[in-house]
């Protein structure tokens, strides 16, 4: 099982550029959700979805953010037009929903650097 | 408005000693509770769970109480091993897990 698989691992673009942030998640899993980690705020939720639909999005920090999950293998975070204070390391994390106490499956991350 | 809080954001414990880490929560109606283990350049891990019904859930050397009046959890580790060094994040929360600032636990030789 490869887990939760999030790309690139790491992205430097510069301010005003349109970031776009990939996930794939644990096959058979049909919860996803995004986090932002940061060293003020800690491990925030912006978005989940059940069965490939949205949820609760009330974490997204603005209209700028926005996120969609096509089908159930693949879901995208996008940032248009990124700002330095996006900088943060984004996490994607995939649970059977039922599941056994709502264990979620975190991927490695993508480490976010905007100039 | 952060419905999970860990107010302490680092902890040093000597190794062979418990490691005791807090986590407080708003939200009466939250069922579920785990916490979460990360390492750097790493994602967070599940480490352990509880739900509402209960105040204790062992395994290991890891225990987890939950006071439901007081709305507060904790992870007790025992006896800490360097290994044990991470960030910890609680979690709490029905259908979407709302995450604390996490914890960084440090054990010493």
């Known amino acids: 099982d490869a887990g939760v698989i999030q790309s690139p691992r790491h992205e430097v673009t510069e301010m005003g550029q349109e970031v776009t942030l990939r996930c794939k998640p644990i096959?058979?899993?049909?919860?996803l959700f995004w986090y932002r980690q940061t060293m003020m705020r800690g491990l925030e939720l912006l978005i989940y979805?059940?069965?490939?639909?949205?949820?609760?999005d009330s974490g997204m920090p603005e209209d700028r953010f926005s996120a969609k999950m096509p089908n159930a293998s693949f879901s995208t975070l996008k940032i248009q037009p990124s700002e330095p204070r996006d900088s943060a390391v984004y996490f994607c994390?995939?649970?059977?929903?039922?599941?056994?106490?709502?264990?979620?499956?975190f991927g490695p991350g993508t480490r976010l650097t905007v100039t | 408005d952060q419905q999970v809080k860990q107010n302490s954001p680092s902890l040093s414990v000597q190794e062979g000693r418990i490691s005791i880490l807090n986590c407080d929560y708003t939200?009466?109606?939250?069922?579920?509770f785990l916490w979460y283990k990360k390492y750097p350049a790493e994602g967070p891990t599940f480490l352990i769970s509880?739900?509402?019904?209960?105040d204790k859930n062992e395994d290991g050397r890891f225990t987890v109480f939950l006071n439901k009046s007081a709305k507060h959890l904790s992870l007790h580790i025992v006896p800490s091993q360097p290994g044990d060094s991470a960030v910890y994040f609680c979690?709490?929360?029905?259908?979407?897990?709302?995450f604390g600032a996490g914890t960084r636990l440090t054990v010493k030789p």
């Open positions: 994390a995939s649970s059977l929903n039922p599941g056994q106490l709502y264990e979620q499956y």
């Open positions: 096959s058979g899993h049909n919860s």
């Open positions: 979805f059940n069965n490939n639909v949205p949820i609760d």
């Open positions: 939200n009466s109606m939250f069922d579920y």
């Open positions: 509880i739900s509402s019904i209960k």
């Open positions: 979690a709490a929360g029905n259908n979407d897990m709302r």
